[in-house]
């Protein structure tokens, strides 16, 4: 297994002042005791991705994250996301009821079993998993646990595709949770998953909330998303002044599919503040962690050149919003 590391010095810490004084004030965005403190102390975090294949079954895909979150630690990783819908198929191939199965309560099972993985390992975790909210309401979630195993929050896809082999609407509803981000031991995260990421309004959102870390897990199988993908997360952090970790699946998922399977293009990547891919893109075939080290001190550089939350001109975008 391949853990690319960005080469460098290992975590370290700087004390700039607060990060967030580089945003305009926002009415019901305030920072938590907690958040004000961890501000004062900016880190070099060391941040992972994984890309992983459908074994078959959801006790071996659980196995092997686990182990992927050993493996990570090991190499001083304080932070690891998952691929979208991360123990189980893909199932946006075909529309068919027994994939509600997989559902389970955002505080299941799965989530409880790596919520505790992430305290003994002291690492942050995003979990994107199939959300039973109750009985036939389902969503696509992401849930973010801190390095203390609390269970922060979720945030659930807003944009639902439906085209072909991309059938969501058969088991998502759209995300109602707004934009949330998390403060944990190695700052603010939010997420946005897959299909979202073609949205450039939810990415400013995260930007406004103050977030730090994009993460972007993904089911993304070729084709006109290709191009997409050597740009949009890219241009998504130039444009709001943050890292982006986009994981992508990869490999064929044949043992589920058959003739219908698709191959999906692994090739995760992170991304720093001016838009630049940060070391090299994961494997397109092959099982990954990618593992790359973030100065968030940077994001204060860049938003010092690039003034772009002081120029925004929300009082013009009306027809952004307008239903």
């Not at 102390?41 to 941040?47: D, H, P, S």
């Not at 299941?108 to 199939?130: C, H, T």
């Amino acid at each position: 297994m391949l853990f690319p590391v960005q080469a460098g010095n290992p975590p370290r810490r700087f004390t700039p002042t607060s990060l967030l004084e580089t945003l305009p004030k926002r009415e019901g965005r305030t920072l938590t005791p907690r958040a004000s403190i961890r501000r004062h102390i900016v880190t070099v975090v060391r941040a992972a991705i994984t890309q992983t294949t459908w074994t078959g079954d959801t006790a071996s895909m659980l196995d092997k994250h686990e182990q992927f979150a050993r493996d990570a630690a090991a190499e001083g990783a304080q932070v690891i996301c998952f691929q979208e819908l991360f123990y189980g198929p893909y199932f946006g191939i075909t529309e068919d009821a027994k994939y509600y199965d997989y559902a389970q309560a955002a505080d299941g099972p799965v989530v409880q079993r790596f919520a505790a993985l992430a305290k003994e390992l002291k690492l942050v975790m995003v979990l994107p998993v199939y959300e039973e909210d109750q009985p036939g309401v389902y969503y696509n979630t992401a849930v973010v646990v801190d390095s203390d195993g609390t269970i922060l929050g979720k945030y659930r896809k807003h944009h639902i595709p439906h085209l072909e082999k991309f059938w969501e609407k058969f088991y998502f509803r759209p995300g109602n949770l707004g934009y949330p981000v998390f403060d944990t031991a190695v700052g603010r995260i939010g997420v946005y998953i897959c299909y979202d990421r073609h949205f450039p309004e939810g990415w400013r959102e995260l930007g406004l909330g103050g977030a730090e870390i994009v993460f972007n897990p993904n089911a993304t199988k070729p084709g006109l998303s290709n191009r997409l993908w050597e740009i949009e997360q890219p241009a998504a952090a130039a444009a709001n002044g943050y890292f982006v970790a986009a994981a992508n699946r990869v490999g064929r998922e044949d043992n589920e599919y058959g003739d219908l399977a698709v191959s999906f293009y692994g090739s995760s990547q992170f991304v720093d503040p001016q838009g630049n891919v940060i070391g090299e893109y994961g494997s397109q075939t092959e099982e990954e962690i990618v593992i790359r080290d973030l100065d968030l001190d940077m994001i204060r550089q860049v938003r010092n050149n690039w003034q772009f939350y002081r120029d925004r001109r929300p009082d013009s975008y009306a027809a952004i919003t307008a239903p």
